[in-house]
């Protein structure tokens, strides 16, 4: 192989392109011209130069911005909730409340609690005159809470409790006496 | 041969899943980027042509072959993407011809790397990469710069692997010498200089 010819394969062999053939006969060349060599260093010096662009600093936010825009231009209503669905879920809890409210307005009251019939145990504290829970003494001997039963609870007949917090009301308490017929 | 890991990303940015298609992005979007800006050195250009590829690879992933690589399908859309604007920059006359390589890049006054001997090597190699024909700044970008193999570089520009090895060789004699000349230029200008000073 000749200068001429070599020189023309070293712009592929200087990458790793150059045919197996060519690449032997190239390497046999170098051994011998000391020309090609100075022009193989000339390539590997321009490549060395174009890896440099491989990546450099980009503009501060660059990437954030790409995925923003590109996400923005994809999937438009992801993420983001338009005013009418904030009027629908404000409307719609409103709503929500104003029904329980609505049935809360429906149920008829009840007798205030009578003292016996909430503090029937014997470790109960009697209740205060307005029928709320007394307070155990910080540091008493009890160990543990006694409360009343609280002032929703249906009351005026005696009610069962199966202990400090929670409370069973016979059923003559809900249906009536002369309601119950088993 | 596609990654079984990608195809399953694919298949699920194709059900709209959001943070399976962010995934994807954040995976090939920095080299999407430094490929658009080394064929059109601008900042700028290059978030555009990055966003405008994405975009495009989600409104076509129900096409997309999966048995294909999926990143040869992304940086065909990207190249295809940089001649539209280089063509574009190059005809339109409403468009400013200094967005475009041979002449000064607008994006060396606010290049975020500053004025390091680094930064001022990479734009004298990005200029003379400027100066080349297009179908062979392309093949230099994606193989020298890049390091696509030549098969890969076949499919993402459309052509055989014969044109390839042809235009790279090609690329790199005339780099080479547009570089020499330049550093030529360069040593001509600095000893002018010192006898000027002298």
């Known amino acids: 192989m000749g200068c001429e010819e070599a020189r023309d394969m070293l712009a592929l062999y200087v990458g790793g392109e150059a045919a197996d053939n060519d690449r032997i006969a190239v390497e046999a060349h170098l051994t011998t011209c ?22 450099g600093a980009a503009p501060e936010g660059t990437f954030e911005r790409v995925w923003q825009r590109v996400r923005d231009e994809v999937m438009p209503h992801r993420g983001r909730v338009p005013v009418a669905d904030w009027v629908v879920r404000v409307a719609a809890v409103l709503m929500f409340g104003a029904g329980i409210g609505f049935i809360a307005s429906m149920t008829p009251a009840r007798a205030p609690a009578a003292p016996e019939a909430v503090a029937t145990h014997d470790e109960a504290q009697p209740s205060t005159a307005r029928g709320e829970a007394p307070v155990p003494a910080v540091g008493g001997d009890r160990p543990y809470r006694v409360d009343a039963a609280p002032r929703w609870f249906p009351q005026g007949r005696p009610s069962v409790r199966l202990d400090g917090n929670y409370y069973l009301p016979h059923v003559e308490a809900i249906l009536g006496a002369d309601e119950v017929d088993f | 041969m596609p990654d079984p890991a990608e195809i399953e990303l694919i298949r699920k940015c194709r059900e709209g899943d959001e943070s399976a298609f962010r995934e994807l992005v954040e995976r090939y979007q920095r080299r999407t980027y430094w490929v658009a800006h080394n064929m059109l050195n601008s900042y700028e250009l290059a978030q555009d042509i990055c966003q405008e590829a994405f975009v495009r690879v989600f409104r076509n992933l129900g096409r997309f072959d999966t048995k294909k690589n999926f990143y040869t399908w992304l940086y065909q859309i990207v190249v295809n993407l940089c001649i539209d604007q280089m063509r574009k920059l190059s005809h339109g006359r409403a468009v400013d011809l200094e967005e475009i390589g041979g002449l000064p ?5 606010k290049d975020p790397v500053g004025s390091t001997e680094r930064a001022d090597l990479r734009r004298r190699v990005q200029r003379v990469l400027d100066r080349l024909p297009l179908k062979y700044k392309i093949v230099l970008t994606l193989r020298d710069i890049h390091g696509f193999s030549c098969e890969e570089i076949a499919e993402i520009a459309e052509c055989t692997n014969a044109t390839v090895r042809w235009r790279l060789h090609r690329a790199r004699r005339l780099f080479k010498d547009l570089w020499g000349r330049t550093m030529d230029r360069s040593e001509e200008e600095a000893s002018r200089g010192q006898a000027q000073e002298g």
């Not at chain 1, 193989?40 to 490549?47: S, V």
């Open chain 1, 34 to 55: 000391a020309d090609c060599r100075k022009e193989l260093d000339k390539y590997r010096e321009t490549r060395g130069l174009l890896a440099e662009l491989r990546e």
């Open chain 2, 105 to 109: 890049d607008p994006d060396e006054r």
